[in-house]
C-alpha cells in the first residue's frame, strides 16, 4: 500500500488573503500603498489576514474600544486624514524634486536650441528667483531647486543629444527614403562659417 506523500504547505499566496474593508471599521485598519496598515500607530501587519489584525488591535490598542458609534466614526476619519497628511510629506517633497528636475532640462533643451553658452543658466535661475519672490513668496523656495549650473546644462544637454540619437537610430530601422538638404552660412566677406543640415524622412 502506498504511503500518502508529505502534505503540502499553503502558501500565502494561494490562501488569497486579501484586505478586507471591514477591518477598518472593527480595527482601525486600511489598506496604503500594498500594506495593511494600522491608523492608530501607523505599523502594519506583515499578512492580511484578520487574526493579525485583530490580535494588534486587541494588544496594542485595548483603549480604542471606548470609542463606539457616530465617536467612533468620527475618530476614524480624523485618523485616515492624518494618514494622509503624513504620507504627504514624504511624497511632495519627491514631486517637487521631479519637476525641478523637468523644468531644467526643458530650460537646458532652449540653450541648446538658441545656440546660448551654457553659463547662461545661471542668470536664467537669478531671473526666475528674481520673479518668483515677488510674484509667488510664498513659493520661492521651489524655483531655488533648479538646477541650472553651467555643468548641469552640459550634462542635460549630451543627455537630451543623446536620446535624440537613440530616436534617429530606431527611425532609420523602418525608413525606406530619406534626403538631405545643406545650407552653408558665410560672412561678409563670403568664408564659410557654418553648414547646416536638413533631414526629412
Not at 528636475?101 to 551654457?118: C, D
Not at 547662461?120 to 520673479?131: L, N, P, R, T
Request: some cysteine; aromatic content about 10%; proline content about 3%.
Amino acid at each position: 500500500m502506498d504511503k500518502p506523500g508529505p502534505s503540502k504547505k499553503r502558501k500565502v499566496k494561494e490562501e488569497n488573503r486579501q484586505f478586507q474593508e471591514i477591518w477598518t471599521e472593527k480595527y482601525f485598519f486600511v489598506w496604503s500603498h500594498n500594506k495593511v496598515v494600522c491608523l492608530i500607530c501607523k505599523n502594519s501587519v506583515a499578512i492580511a489576514k484578520e487574526y493579525n489584525v485583530k490580535r494588534h488591535y486587541e494588544t496594542q490598542h485595548p483603549t480604542f474600544t471606548k470609542f463606539t458609534g457616530q465617536l467612533r466614526k468620527q475618530k476614524l476619519l480624523s485618523l485616515k486624514r492624518e494618514l494622509i497628511g503624513q504620507q504627504a510629506m514624504f511624497t511632495k517633497p519627491i514631486q517637487d524634486s521631479e519637476t525641478a528636475t523637468e523644468v531644467s532640462y526643458e530650460i537646458s533643451r532652449m540653450i541648446a536650441k538658441r545656440s546660448r553658452p551654457f553659463n547662461d543658466g545661471d542668470f536664467v535661475k537669478e531671473c526666475i528667483e528674481i520673479a518668483a519672490k515677488k510674484m509667488c513668496p510664498e513659493a520661492a523656495k521651489k524655483f531655488e531647486k533648479i538646477q541650472l549650473n553651467r555643468m548641469t546644462i552640459q550634462r542635460r544637454i549630451m543627455s537630451l543629444s543623446g536620446n535624440i540619437a537613440e530616436l534617429l537610430n530606431e527611425k532609420t530601422k523602418i525608413i525606406e527614403f530619406f534626403s538631405l538638404a545643406l545650407d552653408e552660412s558665410t560672412d561678409i566677406s563670403s568664408t564659410a562659417q557654418a553648414t547646416r543640415c536638413y533631414s526629412r524622412f
